[in-house]
Protein backbone atom coordinates (compact mmCIF):
# COMPACT_ATOMS: atom_id res chain seq x y z
CA UNK A 1 0.00 0.00 0.00
CA UNK A 2 1.01 3.19 -0.89
CA UNK A 3 0.33 6.94 -0.47
CA UNK A 4 1.53 10.38 -1.86
CA UNK A 5 3.52 12.39 0.06
CA UNK A 6 1.30 14.10 2.87
CA UNK A 7 2.01 17.15 4.80
CA UNK A 8 1.38 17.16 9.01
CA UNK A 9 -0.45 20.53 8.81
CA UNK A 10 -3.26 18.66 6.81
CA UNK A 11 -4.09 16.89 10.17
CA UNK A 12 -5.81 18.27 12.82
CA UNK A 13 -3.06 18.03 15.35
CA UNK A 14 -2.14 20.39 18.31
CA UNK A 15 -0.58 23.97 16.91
CA UNK A 16 2.20 22.94 19.26
CA UNK A 17 3.19 19.78 18.26
CA UNK A 18 3.02 21.32 14.25
CA UNK A 19 5.15 24.50 15.49
CA UNK A 20 7.84 21.79 16.77
CA UNK A 21 7.84 19.43 13.65
CA UNK A 22 8.33 22.90 11.95
CA UNK A 23 11.30 23.57 14.01
CA UNK A 24 12.58 19.81 13.60
CA UNK A 25 12.06 20.31 10.15
CA UNK A 26 9.48 17.40 9.51
CA UNK A 27 7.08 18.64 6.55
CA UNK A 28 6.19 15.51 4.65
CA UNK A 29 5.30 12.56 6.51
CA UNK A 30 6.70 9.34 6.24
CA UNK A 31 4.22 6.46 4.71
CA UNK A 32 3.29 4.76 7.70
CA UNK A 33 2.82 8.22 9.38
CA UNK A 34 0.79 9.01 6.55
CA UNK A 35 -1.22 6.21 6.70
CA UNK A 36 -1.30 4.84 10.66
CA UNK A 37 -1.72 8.79 11.85
CA UNK A 38 -5.60 9.77 10.69
CA UNK A 39 -6.64 6.48 12.19
CA UNK A 40 -4.95 7.02 15.54
CA UNK A 41 -6.39 10.59 15.45
CA UNK A 42 -9.33 9.53 14.59
CA UNK A 43 -9.30 7.07 17.82
CA UNK A 44 -8.89 3.90 16.22
CA UNK A 45 -7.38 0.41 17.20
CA UNK A 46 -4.49 -0.32 14.42
CA UNK A 47 -1.97 -3.10 13.54
CA UNK A 48 1.03 -1.37 11.52
CA UNK A 49 3.56 -3.58 9.73
CA UNK A 50 6.07 -1.36 8.61
CA UNK A 51 9.80 -1.36 8.79
CA UNK A 52 12.85 -0.51 11.49
CA UNK A 53 13.71 3.41 10.58
CA UNK A 54 10.16 4.37 8.68
CA UNK A 55 9.07 6.58 10.94
CA UNK A 56 6.86 4.90 13.37
CA UNK A 57 7.80 6.53 16.46
CA UNK A 58 6.22 9.90 15.13
CA UNK A 59 3.24 8.23 14.05
CA UNK A 60 2.01 6.75 17.35
CA UNK A 61 4.15 9.43 19.44
CA UNK A 62 2.50 12.37 17.45
CA UNK A 63 -1.26 10.37 17.79
CA UNK A 64 -0.63 9.88 21.62
CA UNK A 65 0.58 13.66 22.55
CA UNK A 66 -2.41 15.09 20.51
CA UNK A 67 -4.45 13.72 23.10
CA UNK A 68 -2.70 14.31 26.27
CA UNK A 69 -4.14 16.14 29.07
CA UNK A 70 -1.03 17.66 30.31
CA UNK A 71 -3.10 18.60 33.57
CA UNK A 72 -3.73 15.08 34.47
CA UNK A 73 -0.55 13.78 36.10
CA UNK A 74 -1.74 9.98 35.89
CA UNK A 75 -0.49 7.58 33.41
CA UNK A 76 -2.44 7.79 30.35
CA UNK A 77 -0.10 6.19 27.44
CA UNK A 78 2.03 3.10 28.03
CA UNK A 79 4.45 2.08 25.21
CA UNK A 80 6.15 -1.42 25.84
CA UNK A 81 9.31 -2.00 23.44
CA UNK A 82 11.19 -5.20 23.57
CA UNK A 83 14.72 -3.81 24.61
CA UNK A 84 16.36 -1.24 26.92
CA UNK A 85 17.65 0.42 24.01
CA UNK A 86 14.43 0.57 21.72
CA UNK A 87 12.53 2.09 25.26
CA UNK A 88 15.26 4.30 25.69
CA UNK A 89 15.35 5.65 22.29
CA UNK A 90 11.63 5.70 22.04
CA UNK A 91 11.39 7.97 25.01
CA UNK A 92 13.56 10.29 24.08
CA UNK A 93 12.05 10.40 20.71
CA UNK A 94 8.45 11.01 21.91
CA UNK A 95 10.58 13.71 24.47
CA UNK A 96 12.10 15.42 21.47
CA UNK A 97 8.19 15.80 19.98
CA UNK A 98 6.47 17.21 22.91
CA UNK A 99 9.02 19.65 23.67
CA UNK A 100 7.04 22.41 23.56
CA UNK A 101 3.89 21.19 25.40
CA UNK A 102 4.55 22.35 28.89
CA UNK A 103 5.09 19.56 31.63
CA UNK A 104 5.12 16.42 30.16
CA UNK A 105 6.74 13.84 31.94
CA UNK A 106 7.85 10.98 30.44
CA UNK A 107 9.73 7.78 32.46
CA UNK A 108 11.35 5.00 31.24
CA UNK A 109 11.16 1.83 33.16
CA UNK A 110 13.72 -0.81 32.17
CA UNK A 111 15.67 -3.38 34.02
CA UNK A 112 19.06 -2.27 34.88
CA UNK A 113 18.38 0.40 36.66
CA UNK A 114 17.69 0.60 40.36
CA UNK A 115 13.81 -0.27 40.91
CA UNK A 116 13.51 2.06 44.11
CA UNK A 117 14.78 4.87 42.15
CA UNK A 118 11.97 4.68 39.06
CA UNK A 119 9.54 3.90 42.20
CA UNK A 120 9.88 7.31 43.52
CA UNK A 121 9.93 9.01 40.31
CA UNK A 122 6.14 7.31 39.43
CA UNK A 123 5.44 8.77 42.80
CA UNK A 124 5.54 11.77 41.61
CA UNK A 125 3.28 10.95 38.74
CA UNK A 126 3.93 10.68 34.99
CA UNK A 127 2.08 11.33 31.31
CA UNK A 128 3.83 8.48 29.19
CA UNK A 129 5.67 5.38 30.73
CA UNK A 130 7.82 3.67 28.24
CA UNK A 131 9.00 0.17 29.15
CA UNK A 132 10.43 -3.31 28.92
CA UNK A 133 7.74 -5.99 29.61
CA UNK A 134 9.85 -7.41 32.50
CA UNK A 135 10.55 -4.58 34.42
CA UNK A 136 6.86 -3.13 33.86
CA UNK A 137 5.24 -6.81 35.63
CA UNK A 138 7.90 -5.98 38.74
CA UNK A 139 6.56 -2.50 39.19
CA UNK A 140 2.58 -3.87 38.79
CA UNK A 141 3.45 -6.75 41.49
CA UNK A 142 4.94 -3.98 43.63
CA UNK A 143 1.83 -2.09 42.74
CA UNK A 144 4.04 1.29 42.19
CA UNK A 145 2.64 1.47 38.98
CA UNK A 146 -0.68 2.47 38.46
CA UNK A 147 -2.76 2.74 34.97
CA UNK A 148 -6.63 2.29 35.64
CA UNK A 149 -6.43 6.22 33.79
CA UNK A 150 -4.63 4.63 30.97
CA UNK A 151 -5.77 5.71 27.29
CA UNK A 152 -3.60 4.02 25.36
CA UNK A 153 -1.14 1.15 24.54
CA UNK A 154 1.19 1.11 22.52
CA UNK A 155 3.23 -2.11 21.35
CA UNK A 156 6.26 -1.35 19.68
CA UNK A 157 8.23 -4.42 17.77
CA UNK A 158 5.77 -6.97 18.54
CA UNK A 159 6.98 -9.69 16.82
CA UNK A 160 10.55 -9.14 18.07
CA UNK A 161 8.89 -9.31 22.13
CA UNK A 162 7.15 -12.43 20.79
CA UNK A 163 10.10 -13.62 19.36
CA UNK A 164 11.68 -13.20 22.98
CA UNK A 165 9.36 -14.79 25.04
CA UNK A 166 7.48 -11.89 26.51
CA UNK A 167 3.94 -12.67 25.46
CA UNK A 168 3.24 -14.34 29.11
CA UNK A 169 4.01 -10.75 30.89
CA UNK A 170 2.42 -8.94 27.77
CA UNK A 171 -0.37 -10.87 29.20
CA UNK A 172 -0.09 -9.94 32.73
CA UNK A 173 0.28 -6.30 32.02
CA UNK A 174 -2.74 -6.14 29.50
CA UNK A 175 -4.95 -7.95 32.17
CA UNK A 176 -4.15 -4.73 34.54
CA UNK A 177 -5.11 -2.19 31.90
CA UNK A 178 -8.71 -0.02 31.37
CA UNK A 179 -10.74 -2.43 28.35
CA UNK A 180 -11.58 0.79 26.85
CA UNK A 181 -8.81 2.26 25.51
CA UNK A 182 -6.88 2.80 21.94
CA UNK A 183 -4.50 -0.25 21.50
CA UNK A 184 -1.62 0.51 18.51
CA UNK A 185 0.35 -1.97 17.53
CA UNK A 186 3.26 -2.11 15.89
CA UNK A 187 5.54 -4.97 13.80
CA UNK A 188 8.64 -5.41 11.18
CA UNK A 189 6.27 -8.69 10.12
CA UNK A 190 2.92 -10.18 10.33
CA UNK A 191 3.28 -13.51 11.14
CA UNK A 192 0.07 -15.38 12.55
CA UNK A 193 1.28 -14.80 16.00
CA UNK A 194 0.86 -11.28 15.78
CA UNK A 195 -3.30 -12.15 14.32
CA UNK A 196 -3.60 -13.96 17.61
CA UNK A 197 -2.37 -11.72 19.67
CA UNK A 198 -4.64 -8.75 18.22
CA UNK A 199 -7.65 -10.69 18.73
CA UNK A 200 -6.90 -10.63 22.14
CA UNK A 201 -5.68 -7.26 22.89
CA UNK A 202 -7.68 -5.00 20.44
CA UNK A 203 -11.17 -4.18 18.71
CA UNK A 204 -12.03 -3.64 15.16
CA UNK A 205 -8.38 -2.95 14.05
CA UNK A 206 -7.24 -1.38 10.83
CA UNK A 207 -4.44 -3.25 9.50
CA UNK A 208 -1.71 -0.70 7.76
CA UNK A 209 1.07 -2.03 5.67
CA UNK A 210 4.20 -0.20 4.53
CA UNK A 211 6.56 -2.38 2.64
CA UNK A 212 9.18 -0.42 2.03
CA UNK A 213 11.51 -1.45 -0.93
CA UNK A 214 14.88 0.16 -0.33
CA UNK A 215 16.79 0.12 -3.34
CA UNK A 216 19.44 2.36 -2.25
CA UNK A 217 21.09 -0.03 -0.96
CA UNK A 218 24.09 -2.01 -2.84
CA UNK A 219 24.82 -5.78 -1.30
CA UNK A 220 28.26 -7.50 -1.94
CA UNK A 221 29.44 -10.59 -0.84
CA UNK A 222 32.68 -11.95 -0.32
CA UNK A 223 33.77 -15.84 -0.09
CA UNK A 224 36.63 -15.68 2.95
CA UNK A 225 38.88 -18.49 4.23
CA UNK A 226 38.04 -18.24 7.89
CA UNK A 227 41.25 -17.85 8.78
CA UNK A 228 41.66 -14.85 6.58
CA UNK A 229 38.51 -13.30 8.07
CA UNK A 230 39.38 -10.57 10.27
CA UNK A 231 42.33 -9.81 7.61
CA UNK A 232 39.38 -9.54 5.17
CA UNK A 233 37.10 -7.17 7.62
CA UNK A 234 40.24 -4.80 8.07
CA UNK A 235 40.74 -4.38 4.17
CA UNK A 236 37.14 -4.07 3.38
CA UNK A 237 36.91 -1.15 6.16
CA UNK A 238 39.96 0.48 4.99
CA UNK A 239 38.95 0.43 1.32
CA UNK A 240 35.38 1.64 2.27
CA UNK A 241 36.86 4.45 5.06
CA UNK A 242 33.39 4.94 6.42
CA UNK A 243 32.83 7.40 9.44
CA UNK A 244 29.81 5.15 10.77
CA UNK A 245 29.35 1.10 10.33
CA UNK A 246 28.17 -1.64 12.16
CA UNK A 247 29.85 -5.10 12.15
CA UNK A 248 27.21 -7.52 13.10
CA UNK A 249 28.67 -11.27 14.35
CA UNK A 250 26.89 -14.21 15.63
CA UNK A 251 28.30 -14.52 18.62
CA UNK A 252 29.31 -12.35 22.08
CA UNK A 253 32.84 -13.82 22.21
CA UNK A 254 32.89 -12.81 18.37
CA UNK A 255 31.94 -9.77 19.23
CA UNK A 256 34.45 -8.99 21.84
CA UNK A 257 37.50 -11.16 19.38
CA UNK A 258 36.63 -8.63 16.60
CA UNK A 259 36.90 -5.44 18.62
CA UNK A 260 40.12 -6.46 20.51
CA UNK A 261 41.75 -7.09 16.78
CA UNK A 262 40.66 -3.70 15.12
CA UNK A 263 41.62 -1.93 18.03
CA UNK A 264 44.78 -3.04 17.53
CA UNK A 265 45.15 -2.67 14.14
CA UNK A 266 43.99 0.95 14.82
CA UNK A 267 40.53 1.48 13.93
CA UNK A 268 38.07 3.12 16.43
CA UNK A 269 35.72 0.43 17.82
CA UNK A 270 33.54 0.07 20.41
CA UNK A 271 31.32 -3.46 21.31
CA UNK A 272 27.82 -3.67 22.24
CA UNK A 273 26.58 -7.33 23.25
CA UNK A 274 24.02 -8.91 26.34
CA UNK A 275 26.78 -9.36 28.40
CA UNK A 276 27.43 -5.36 29.26
CA UNK A 277 25.80 -3.87 32.08
CA UNK A 278 22.79 -1.07 31.80
CA UNK A 279 25.23 1.50 32.24
CA UNK A 280 28.19 0.48 29.76
CA UNK A 281 25.34 -0.48 27.66
CA UNK A 282 24.26 3.23 27.03
CA UNK A 283 27.69 4.25 26.99
CA UNK A 284 28.80 2.40 23.90
CA UNK A 285 25.57 3.40 22.26
CA UNK A 286 26.10 7.04 23.00
CA UNK A 287 29.83 7.29 22.07
CA UNK A 288 28.87 5.68 18.37
CA UNK A 289 26.22 7.53 18.16
CA UNK A 290 27.63 10.39 18.89
CA UNK A 291 30.30 9.77 16.63
CA UNK A 292 33.29 9.27 19.20
CA UNK A 293 33.51 6.28 17.59
CA UNK A 294 33.34 5.27 14.06
CA UNK A 295 32.74 1.41 14.26
CA UNK A 296 30.27 -0.71 16.98
CA UNK A 297 30.64 -4.35 16.67
CA UNK A 298 27.13 -5.94 17.47
CA UNK A 299 25.58 -9.45 18.32
CA UNK A 300 22.09 -8.93 16.93
CA UNK A 301 21.00 -7.14 20.40
CA UNK A 302 21.46 -4.71 18.08
CA UNK A 303 20.11 -5.48 15.12
CA UNK A 304 16.35 -2.95 15.94
CA UNK A 305 15.41 0.18 17.98
CA UNK A 306 19.15 1.57 17.23
CA UNK A 307 18.55 5.58 16.81
CA UNK A 308 21.21 5.45 14.33
CA UNK A 309 20.20 8.84 11.31
CA UNK A 310 22.77 8.05 9.22
CA UNK A 311 24.67 4.73 8.78
CA UNK A 312 27.39 4.63 5.97
CA UNK A 313 28.11 0.71 6.31
CA UNK A 314 27.24 -2.41 7.52
CA UNK A 315 29.28 -5.23 7.00
CA UNK A 316 28.33 -9.03 7.92
CA UNK A 317 31.45 -10.51 9.64
CA UNK A 318 29.03 -13.99 9.62
CA UNK A 319 26.19 -14.68 7.88
CA UNK A 320 22.89 -14.87 9.57
CA UNK A 321 21.59 -17.98 10.75
CA UNK A 322 17.80 -16.05 10.04
CA UNK A 323 16.91 -14.69 6.63
CA UNK A 324 15.09 -12.21 8.10
CA UNK A 325 17.68 -11.27 9.88
CA UNK A 326 20.12 -9.94 7.46
CA UNK A 327 17.24 -7.93 6.41
CA UNK A 328 17.11 -6.35 9.59
CA UNK A 329 20.69 -5.84 9.90
CA UNK A 330 21.10 -4.10 6.38
CA UNK A 331 18.25 -2.55 6.95
CA UNK A 332 20.16 0.17 9.03
CA UNK A 333 22.28 1.55 6.32
CA UNK A 334 20.42 3.28 3.38
CA UNK A 335 17.96 5.24 5.09
CA UNK A 336 16.06 8.39 5.06
CA UNK A 337 17.01 8.21 0.92
CA UNK A 338 20.46 7.91 1.80
CA UNK A 339 22.63 5.62 -0.79
CA UNK A 340 23.68 2.32 1.90
CA UNK A 341 26.35 -0.08 1.46
CA UNK A 342 26.13 -3.52 3.17
CA UNK A 343 29.45 -6.31 2.70
CA UNK A 344 29.17 -9.61 3.89
CA UNK A 345 31.55 -12.46 4.58
CA UNK A 346 30.95 -16.09 3.55
CA UNK A 347 33.37 -18.66 4.70
CA UNK A 348 33.03 -22.07 3.27
CA UNK A 349 30.66 -23.67 6.15
CA UNK A 350 28.21 -20.94 5.42
CA UNK A 351 27.73 -21.18 2.24
CA UNK A 352 24.58 -23.46 2.70
CA UNK A 353 22.99 -20.21 4.52
CA UNK A 354 24.10 -17.73 1.92
CA UNK A 355 22.23 -19.82 -0.92
CA UNK A 356 19.22 -20.18 2.15
CA UNK A 357 19.39 -16.27 1.74
CA UNK A 358 19.76 -16.46 -2.09
CA UNK A 359 16.00 -18.27 -2.03
CA UNK A 360 14.37 -16.39 0.94
CA UNK A 361 14.92 -13.36 -0.40
CA UNK A 362 14.37 -13.90 -3.89
CA UNK A 363 18.03 -12.13 -5.00
CA UNK A 364 20.92 -12.76 -6.44
CA UNK A 365 23.57 -12.85 -4.71
CA UNK A 366 26.33 -10.35 -5.62
CA UNK A 367 30.32 -12.07 -5.29
CA UNK A 368 32.89 -10.07 -5.39
CA UNK A 369 36.57 -10.63 -5.86
CA UNK A 370 38.73 -10.13 -2.91
CA UNK A 371 41.94 -9.86 -4.28
CA UNK A 372 41.91 -5.70 -5.30
CA UNK A 373 41.52 -4.84 -1.79
CA UNK A 374 44.68 -3.98 0.27
CA UNK A 375 45.43 -3.02 3.61
CA UNK A 376 46.15 0.64 3.90
CA UNK A 377 46.48 1.72 7.70
CA UNK A 378 47.02 5.25 6.74
CA UNK A 379 43.10 5.01 5.29
CA UNK A 380 41.33 4.66 8.72
CA UNK A 381 38.99 6.81 9.87
CA UNK A 382 39.87 8.74 12.91
CA UNK A 383 36.88 10.37 14.68
CA UNK A 384 37.27 13.68 15.85
CA UNK A 385 34.90 13.81 18.74
CA UNK A 386 34.95 12.75 22.21
CA UNK A 387 32.41 11.79 24.32
CA UNK A 388 32.39 14.31 27.88
CA UNK A 389 30.34 12.29 30.96
CA UNK A 390 28.92 15.25 33.22
CA UNK A 391 27.69 13.88 36.57
CA UNK A 392 23.92 15.60 36.42
CA UNK A 393 21.23 15.22 34.47
CA UNK A 394 17.11 15.01 34.09
CA UNK A 395 16.89 14.72 38.01
CA UNK A 396 18.40 17.82 38.08
CA UNK A 397 15.86 19.51 35.75
CA UNK A 398 18.96 20.19 33.21
CA UNK A 399 18.31 21.08 29.74
CA UNK A 400 20.94 20.43 26.71
CA UNK A 401 20.93 24.52 26.38
CA UNK A 402 22.40 25.12 30.05
CA UNK A 403 25.31 22.57 29.10
CA UNK A 404 25.77 24.36 25.83
CA UNK A 405 26.09 27.37 27.11
CA UNK A 406 28.38 26.82 29.97
CA UNK A 407 30.57 25.42 27.88
CA UNK A 408 30.16 28.43 25.55
CA UNK A 409 29.77 31.66 27.68
CA UNK A 410 31.55 30.38 31.19
CA UNK A 411 34.35 27.97 29.30
CA UNK A 412 34.73 29.57 26.17
CA UNK A 413 34.61 26.93 23.92
CA UNK A 414 33.26 27.56 20.40
CA UNK A 415 30.09 26.42 19.41
CA UNK A 416 30.85 24.46 16.33
CA UNK A 417 33.32 22.11 18.67
CA UNK A 418 30.46 20.92 20.73
CA UNK A 419 28.46 17.98 18.84
CA UNK A 420 25.39 16.12 20.05
CA UNK A 421 24.24 16.16 24.18
CA UNK A 422 22.06 13.27 25.36
CA UNK A 423 20.93 13.57 28.84
CA UNK A 424 19.80 10.56 30.43
CA UNK A 425 18.23 10.42 34.30
CA UNK A 426 21.65 10.79 36.27
CA UNK A 427 24.27 11.94 33.63
CA UNK A 428 24.99 14.22 30.35
CA UNK A 429 26.97 13.19 27.50
CA UNK A 430 28.69 15.54 25.69
CA UNK A 431 30.46 14.89 22.10
CA UNK A 432 32.98 18.01 21.88
CA UNK A 433 36.21 17.77 19.54
CA UNK A 434 39.42 16.66 20.45
CA UNK A 435 40.96 19.39 19.89
CA UNK A 436 38.94 21.20 23.20
CA UNK A 437 38.53 18.62 25.26
CA UNK A 438 41.08 19.41 27.84
CA UNK A 439 39.78 23.31 27.88
CA UNK A 440 35.83 21.58 28.52
CA UNK A 441 37.70 19.46 31.31
CA UNK A 442 39.85 22.12 33.15
CA UNK A 443 36.55 24.00 32.91
CA UNK A 444 34.72 21.50 35.19
CA UNK A 445 37.29 21.26 37.70
CA UNK A 446 35.53 24.19 39.13
CA UNK A 447 33.13 25.56 36.92
CA UNK A 448 29.23 25.10 37.59
CA UNK A 449 26.11 24.36 35.91
CA UNK A 450 22.92 26.20 37.34
CA UNK A 451 24.92 26.77 40.33
CA UNK A 452 25.69 22.98 40.44
CA UNK A 453 29.47 21.87 40.71
CA UNK A 454 29.94 19.15 38.33
CA UNK A 455 32.32 16.08 38.12
CA UNK A 456 33.49 15.53 34.49
CA UNK A 457 35.72 12.64 32.54
CA UNK A 458 36.18 11.88 29.12
CA UNK A 459 35.11 8.43 28.06
Same mark, same amino acid.
Given at each position: ?????????????????? !????????????????????????? &???????????? *????? =?? =? %??????? !??????????????????????????????????????? @??????????????????????????????? $??????????????????? #??? +?????????????????????????????? !????????????????? %??????????????????????????????? #???????? @???????????? +?? &?????????????????????????????? *????????????????????????????? +????????????? #??????????????????????????????? !?????????????????? $?????????????????????????? +??????? %??? *?????????????????????????????????? %? #?????
Amino acid at each position: MSTAPMSFNQLSLNPLLL !DNLQAMQYSEMTPIQALALPAILAG &NDIIAKAKTGSG *KTAAF =GL =G %VLNALQG !DNYAIQALVICPTRELAEQVANELRRLARLMSNIKILTL @CGGSPIAQQSHSLEHGAHIIVGTPGRLVDHL $QKQTLKLNQLRFLVLDEAD #RML +DMGFEEDITRIIAQLPKQRQTLLFSATYLE !DIAKISQKIQHNAEFIA %VDEVNNQIAQYFYEVDESRRVATLAKLLAEH #RPNSAIIF @CNTKQACQEVEQ +DL &NRLGFSVIALHGDLEQRDREQVLLQFTNQS *KAILVATDVAARGLDIKALDLVINYHVSY +DPQVHVHRVGRTG #RAGQIGLALTLVAANEMPRANQLEQALEMKL !DWQPLGNLNYDKSAIVVP $QMQTLVLTIGRKNKIRPGDILGALTK +DAGLDGS %VIG *KIIITELYSYVAINKKAINKALNYFKQGKIKGKT %V #RARGL
